[in-house]
């Protein structure tokens, strides 16, 4: 195995959590063609902690829920468009509370409620609007409908 290599991956790795997936094309832009070999130093960058699929579900369904306000359905749909496993993506979503989870959503629906009270006067057009926006975001819908339905 080439350590210079392998120490180039732990760099890429270090900088930022990746998934396997990311690994492997860095790897094959960096000229690593043959399975096997990707392989190899997949296992050894696992092994070195320096990768860990579990660790960046966790990381991304925080972040995503924190920064973006995400909803699930949105951020269980990109992990596992990158690839990764249930059991990850499960460990990613018990990174978000779900007092938390109802309190973001009742934020958002609060703000845009807000703004839409000023272009939409139509009261069914803005529940519509609300709705919208929060299936956008990756929350469920009846979710959604119970805390619009509430407040």
Same mark, same amino acid.
């Given at each position: ?18 998934t ?9 832009k960096?000229g ?27 990381? #991304? +369904?925080?972040? @995503? ?7 699930? $359905?949105?951020? /269980? ?6 690839g ?14 779900e ?25 069914r ?7 919208? #926006? +929060?299936?956008s @975001?990756g ?6 409908? $119970?805390?619009? /339905?509430?407040?």
């Amino acid at each position: 195995m080439d350590r210079l290599l392998l120490q180039k991956a732990a760099s890429y790795c270090a900088y930022q959590e990746r998934t396997q997936d990311e690994v492997r094309q860095r790897l094959k832009k960096w000229g690593v063609w043959e399975e096997d070999e990707a392989d190899e130093l997949i296992a050894e960058l696992i092994s070195m902690n320096y990768l860990s699929e579990e660790r960046f579900a966790k990381t #991304y +369904a925080g972040s @995503k829920f924190r920064q973006k306000k995400w909803g699930k $359905r949105r951020i /269980k749909q990109e992990l596992s468009r990158r690839g990764l496993t249930d059991y990850n993506i499960d460990q990613g979503m018990d990174e978000i509370s779900e007092t938390d989870y109802e309190n973001t959503l009742k934020d958002l629906l609060a703000k845009k409620q807000q703004q839409l009270e000023r272009t939409e006067s139509d009261a069914r057009k803005r529940k519509q609007k609300l709705v919208r #926006y +929060a299936l956008s @975001k990756g929350y469920e819908s009846e979710l959604v409908w $119970r805390i619009l /339905k509430e407040g």
